[in-house]
Structures are given as C-alpha cells and as structure tokens.
C-alpha cells in the first residue's frame, strides 16, 4: 500500500515537471524499511526512526522533510497517514554549502583514478573516466551527461535536450574532449544493447544517478579530497561550480566583456535567468585580484 502511494506521488510530481531523482531515491529506501516493519500508511515515528539513521544532521533533515511532502500529499487521499512535525530534527536555517573548487591537478587525478576502476579491461573504466572528464571540461549537469544518447554527439558539438528549465542547447566542444568522446564512441559502437545512451555499465544498461555518485565519493576518498560518510568534501556537482569560476578567471576584465563572457556562460550552462550564474561563481585568489586591480582602476578615475 505505501509503495502505491509512493508511485502515485512521484508519477503527479513528475507530472508536474519535477525530477525527484534523489528524493526518490530516499522515499523509496523510506518505503522499503516502513514495509518491512510492518507499516501500511507512514508512521511519524518510523519517520523519525528512518531519518537519524543519516550520518549527518543535513541528511537527517533532508531525510525528514522529504518524506514529510510525501506524507503531506499522502494525507489528502488517506488521513491514516501521518505527518512528522518539520521541527522533529530541530530548526536549521538554510546556509549555502561552500562549493569545493577543484585545482587541475584534482580533475586530472580523478580521471587517472577513474581509469584505473576494476574490473580492468572492461567498459567501466573508460566510461567513468570520460564521464568525469565530460563534467568537467563543460560544467553540464550530471543528469544531462547521463541522458546523452549516441546522436547528441554532433559534429558542432552537444546536443542537451529538454533539461532543467525545460531548455535545449548545444554546447561547442574543446578539440581535447572531442577526441576523448570519440575514443569512448568507438568502443561504445561495439557494443550490442536495445537503447542508445552514451553511458552505459559492464552490463549495458545505462549508468544510474546514485552509482555515479557513489563511484565518484569513493573514488574522491581514495584521493584524499574526502573523509568518510557524512564529513564534508568535495560533491560532484563541485565540478560544474569549478567549471563557471575557472570559466570566468580566463574572461578578459574589461567590465562589458565580463557582462556578455557572464550572459555566454549562463546560456553555455543552461540557466534559465543569469542571476542563477551567479550561485555558481565563488571567490577564489584570481578572480579578487581581478576585482582589486578594477576598483583600483575606478578609484583613480578610469573606466572599468
């Protein structure tokens, strides 16, 4: 019965144009341990029970209020259903995760990892390698490197459909990765599988959201960028952050070349308004140099 309610949800959220990956991801972990303690309709307490099982107080909270909208929806086709208090793991108040912002030598070191994955010889490997190295040569979402399919590689570069925002582009590639995708397109060309994503696992099905992830933490881990569960480090999704900074570090200063290098680089990243650009953007030594030498400039008089 919960889990038909949980199909019932996610079908009218993802109606609605929500994604709901990760959360669910956690609902359905949410409705695999009330079932199997016997609960038919959510229970507040099992809520809680499930929630403090995270390693962190973020991820407790996360937990919470993610199970809470589902209860929320739940409660309005079956008041059996109960509803968590929002406050059960206490009150936080929302602050920006400081964005990792990775040096050359960290992607680099990821790719060689990521090439170096078990089972050798297998399409593991190179998938992952590329994959990293995709995420970072062109700051794209992970959900959109994972929904490339074979003829969204062009030769103008790659085709991301109907994505966050519901926006289409075409993003121009470096020569470098260009030559990269070719390499993984010749071996993916080999292979005999009824669908036609880009990347797949050993087993040919398309390489899913949460093994990505948990690939790329253990790979970070074994880096030394990231402790262990629940300590913060590096995300994935820091990529695509380095990827905006780094972007604009190597714009020219003048101040309408900042302007028009900001609009490319948000139509580059998929955003729906520039102003969304800017959550991406992070200070870093380079980049309040530039701001320093252009306040300099404006203090004795010039145009910036």
Known sequence: MLNDALIRYIELRRSLGFKLRSQYVLLRNFVEYATANGDDFIRAERVLNWAILAPSAP???NRLLTVRRFATASRMEDPRHELPAADAMGRSRFRRRLPYIYQPEDIERLIREASLLKP?????PLMYS???GLLAATGMRVSEALSLRLDDVTSDGLLIRDTKFR??????LHETTRRALERCLLVRAGMSVSHDFLFICNSGTPLAYPTVVA???KLVRSLGLRAGPGEPGPHIHDLRHTFAVRSLER?????EEVSRHTVALSTYLGHGHVTDTY???QATPILMQHIAEAGEIFYRGGDV
Do not use: D
Not at 120 to 124: A, D, E, F, P, V
Not at 167 to 172: E, F, Q
């Open 251 to 255: 714009c020219q200063r003048e101040g």
């Open 130 to 132: 590329t994959l990293f």
């Open 59 to 61: 991820q407790r909270r």
């Open 120 to 124: 050798s010889g297998t399409l593991r």
């Open 167 to 172: 926006k289409s582009r075409l993003l121009p």
């Open 279 to 281: 959550w991406y953007l």
């Open 215 to 217: 690939t790329f933490l």
